[in-house]
């Protein structure tokens, strides 16, 4: 009896199948491309023949392995994502004011976005940072001006996130002996540190040391942290700028798990366990505009750590497993052009992150492709959040897209492009092999030209742009920070550099450099040259002397 | 007889944002202009130099730190400085309006906000430069 009604429900669709498609040949499609921002094509229908077998057991249930439902069995059931507007701006005490406004509104995880020169660990008043001092982020110094950007915040009540790379040692430092000068200790500080110098040499361009003697300064901070940062995030491993850069979805996913992979090595290679520093490794991806892409390319990540980090890295502890990540829109998908549409697509944006399943979100503003946004624009962008989060119920049940035939065959095609990326890094050598050939430059130089031309070719549409054109630009009111700003800070420095013991800071320089050679752990002489006041530029370029200067070989 | 036109794509300053310099340098190489990008974190003074060296007819630059109103200003009147103000200067990256108007006032080409089409470039750089068409 049941088999017979078996036998009669697949006859029955497998006509109905026939007859749907007979149907939709006759209906003919709409001229457009159906493909991914990155390529893949998509069928007009998925069924549940997209998917596999052991579907069940590669989505499992939230909280548990693989965790592509989600990294908490709760999800935002439980609690909401973070909302986590990166801000910095000025110099410290400008900074500190807004620290102070946001805190006062009930934040309580900054964001420190570091100007240009900081994050090239040169001094404000270096040559190269002309006009750039405070102009994107906060110019930070010395530790003088770290004591200035948290004075009045009790460092041990709030977690700290700080965009940082190449000289993140020093920045680390700096953070790490101004709470001590409020009596906080290592122990209690709560927060991430970007640390990602791998995605430097792929994109984000800000570097310091060629990436061998890089990693060997990423081992000591990771040694130091582990030690006596029990609460610090050590690095949060970043696919943003590769995607800004020009990557695929794909190719952002691929080389970001394996630049994680890569200071798992190398903590395993300091003598750590596994187990003791994997937990405190967060990721931070992009979400760009093809809404079911970017929702798979989360779901993927989450499957893909969770398996590597048990299978290939004999990670036991559960938290060694779960991919948490903060995920920021995407700032190139933002136009010039009629900027308020800018909204609409963060707004898509930041639900696909959403569906994805991330911890923590920043929303772009409207006007980022103009300036630095205004208070209004950022305004707007958290409210997009808070509407997302309150307003349309997508909140209510975890992972609503779990099953979807779609989303898990477009899951399953992540995953497989990201194997497929794996093993030609492993090919070239590993990550830093792979670097040193200009592989990955390569890659996204490819996908970021492929889908310039798509769009110049009208394969693609950007609204306002390649389609619906703007007649004309709309006005909106843009941020500025005003020249004085740096004409300050350089005389700050200048007084600094007056008042302390300069015989005490060159010997504590030439102690960082003893360190770098020796192989000793290079964190310790860094605090102790912070704390007689060197700078970050008297730092780095006394660890450069060592570890010598890194240039690209530009590919175009 | 007719040469072709020499473009120097250039990345000033200390911002790594380098995937709309790439676009340009590529689009304007497939319109069969000869390209010379300088790679990134270049100084007015190193851009300059490289354009009277290589004898160019333009100098694109691509900057989205903010440092454009310092940095911008500087290559142009280099350029004048060493007789060279007839090499045509274009931008393009995350420049406000107002400030637009200000860098056409100094004697910038043209600047090219996000989003828009290369070929406007290639158009841009055929306009200006009308006695090498290749």
């Known amino acids: 009896m049941d088999t017979r009604r078996g036998a009669r429900d697949s006859r029955n669709s497998q006509s109905s199948r026939s007859r749907w498609e007979a149907a939709y040949r006759e209906k003919g499609e709409r001229d457009a491309e159906f493909s991914t921002m990155s390529g893949i094509p998509i069928k007009p229908l998925y069924t549940p023949e997209d998917t596999d077998d052991d579907q069940d057991e590669k989505l499992g249930y939230p909280g548990e392995y693989p965790y592509t439902r989600g990294v908490y069995p709760s999800m935002y059931r439980g609690r909401l994502w973070t909302v986590r507007q990166f801000a910095g701006y000025g110099t410290a005490?400008?900074?500190?004011?807004?620290?102070?406004?946001?805190?006062?509104?009930?934040?309580?995880?900054?964001?420190?976005?570091?100007?240009?020169?900081?994050?090239?660990?040169?001094?404000?008043?270096?040559?190269?940072?002309?006009?750039e001092v405070g102009r994107e982020g906060v110019a930070v110094d010395s530790l003088e001006d770290m004591e200035r950007l948290f004075d009045g915040i009790g460092m041990d009540e709030v977690s700290t996130s700080m965009t940082i790379n190449a000289p993140a040692n020093v920045l680390l430092a700096m953070y790490v002996v101004a709470a001590e000068k409020q009596g906080v200790q290592p122990e209690a500080l709560a927060g991430t540190n970007q640390n990602d110098i791998l995605k430097e040499y792929i994109a984000q361009k800000e570097w310091l040391f060629?990436?061998?003697?890089?990693?060997?300064?990423?081992?000591?901070?990771?040694?130091?942290?582990?030690?006596?940062?029990?609460?610090?995030?050590?690095?949060?491993?970043?696919?943003?700028?590769?995607?800004?850069?020009?990557?695929?979805?794909?190719?952002?996913?691929?080389?970001?798990?394996?630049?994680?992979?890569?200071?798992?090595?190398?903590?395993?290679?300091?003598?750590?366990?596994?187990?003791?520093?994997?937990?405190?490794?967060?990721?931070?991806?992009?979400?760009?505009?093809?809404?079911?892409?970017?929702?798979?390319?989360?779901?993927?990540?989450?499957?893909?750590?969770?398996?590597?980090?048990?299978?290939?890295?004999?990670?036991?502890?559960?938290?060694?497993?779960?991919?948490?990540?903060?995920?920021?829109?995407?700032?190139?998908?933002?136009?010039?052009?009629?900027?308020?549409?800018?909204?609409?697509?963060?707004?898509?944006?930041?639900?696909?992150?959403?569906?994805?399943?991330?911890?923590?979100?920043?929303?772009?503003?409207?006007?980022?492709?103009?300036?630095?946004?205004?208070?209004?624009?950022?305004?707007?962008?958290?409210?997009?959040?808070?509407?997302?989060?309150?307003?349309?119920?997508?909140?209510?049940?975890?992972?609503?897209?779990?099953?979807?035939?779609?989303?898990?065959?477009?899951?399953?095609?992540?995953?497989?492009?990201?194997y497929e990326y794996f093993e030609a890094i492993d090919e070239h050598g590993g990550v830093i092999d792979a670097i040193n050939a200009g592989y990955q430059m390569r890659e996204i130089a490819e996908a970021s030209a492929r889908y310039q031309r798509e769009l110049e070719e009208g394969k693609r549409y950007m609204v306002n742009v390649n389609v619906y054109e703007a007649e004309e630009e709309s006005e909106v009111e843009t941020h500025a920070v005003p020249l004085e700003v740096e004409r300050d800070q350089k005389q700050r420095l200048t007084d600094l550099k007056s008042r302390r013991d300069n015989a005490e800071v060159d010997r504590l320089l030439e102690a960082v450099q003893e360190a770098c050679r020796s192989g000793d752990n290079t964190m310790y002489p860094v605090l102790e040259a912070v704390r007689a006041y060197a700078t970050v530029g008297e730092i780095s370029t006394a660890m450069q002397q060592v570890f010598g200067s890194y240039r690209e070989t530009p590919v175009i | 007889?007719?040469?072709?036109?020499?473009?120097?794509?250039?990345?000033?300053?200390?911002?790594?944002?380098?995937?709309?310099?790439?676009?340009?340098?590529?689009?304007?190489?497939?319109?069969?202009?000869?390209?010379?990008?300088?790679?990134?974190?270049?100084?007015?003074?190193?851009?300059?130099?490289?354009?009277?060296?290589?004898?160019?007819?333009?100098?694109?630059?691509?900057?989205?730190?903010?440092?454009?109103?310092?940095?911008?200003?500087?290559?142009?009147?280099?350029?004048?400085?060493?007789?060279?103000?007839?090499?045509?200067?274009?931008?393009?990256?995350?420049?406000?309006?107002?400030?637009?108007?200000?860098?056409?006032?100094?004697?910038?080409?043209?600047?090219?906000?996000?989003?828009?089409?290369?070929?406007?470039a290639v158009e841009y750089i055929r306009e200006a430069i009308p006695a090498r068409q290749g």
């Open chain 1, 93 to 131: 005490a400008d900074t500190n004011e807004r620290f102070k406004y946001l805190i006062s509104n009930g934040q309580n995880g900054l964001s420190v976005a570091f100007d240009m020169p900081t994050l090239m660990g040169l001094d404000s008043d270096d040559a190269m940072s002309q006009g």
């Open chain 1, 210 to 418: 060629p990436p061998e003697p890089s990693m060997r300064v990423f081992r000591d901070m990771l040694a130091y942290s582990t030690e006596h940062m029990p609460k610090w995030n050590t690095v949060s491993i970043s696919g943003y700028h590769i995607r800004e850069a020009g990557s695929t979805a794909a190719q952002e996913l691929a080389f970001t798990l394996a630049d994680g992979f890569a200071y798992v090595e190398a903590g395993i290679e300091a003598g750590l366990d596994v187990d003791d520093f994997a937990p405190r490794f967060s990721f931070f991806f992009n979400s760009h505009l093809d809404f079911f892409e970017e929702i798979a390319k989360f779901r993927a990540a989450r499957r893909i750590w969770a398996t590597v980090m048990r299978d290939r890295y004999g990670a036991k502890s559960e938290k060694s497993l779960l991919m948490r990540f903060h995920t920021q829109t995407a700032g190139v998908s933002l136009t010039a052009q009629e900027p308020y549409n800018n909204v609409a697509r963060t707004a898509f944006e930041a639900m696909a992150a959403i569906l994805g399943g991330t911890q923590s979100l920043h929303t772009n503003s409207l006007d980022e492709a103009l300036a630095l946004p205004t208070e209004e624009a950022v305004r707007i962008a958290v409210r997009t959040q808070q509407i997302a989060a309150l307003e349309t119920g997508v909140t209510n049940t975890i992972d609503p897209l779990g099953g979807s035939y779609f989303v898990e065959a477009l899951t399953d095609e992540m995953e497989r492009q990201a």
């Open chain 2, 1 to 120: 007889m007719e040469q072709t036109i020499r473009v120097v794509v250039a990345k000033v300053g200390l911002d790594g944002h380098d995937r709309g310099a790439k676009i340009i340098a590529r689009a304007l190489r497939d319109a069969g202009m000869e390209v010379i990008y300088t790679g990134l974190h270049q100084t007015p003074e190193q851009v300059v130099e490289a354009a009277i060296q290589e004898d160019a007819d333009a100098i694109g630059i691509s900057i989205l730190s903010g440092a454009h109103m310092t940095l911008v200003p500087r290559i142009v009147d280099l350029l004048a400085e060493q007789g060279a103000d007839d090499v045509a200067v274009f931008c393009g990256g995350t420049i406000p309006k107002g400030d637009v108007e200000k860098l056409k006032e100094l004697g910038v080409g043209e600047v090219f906000t996000p989003g828009t089409p290369t070929t406007r």
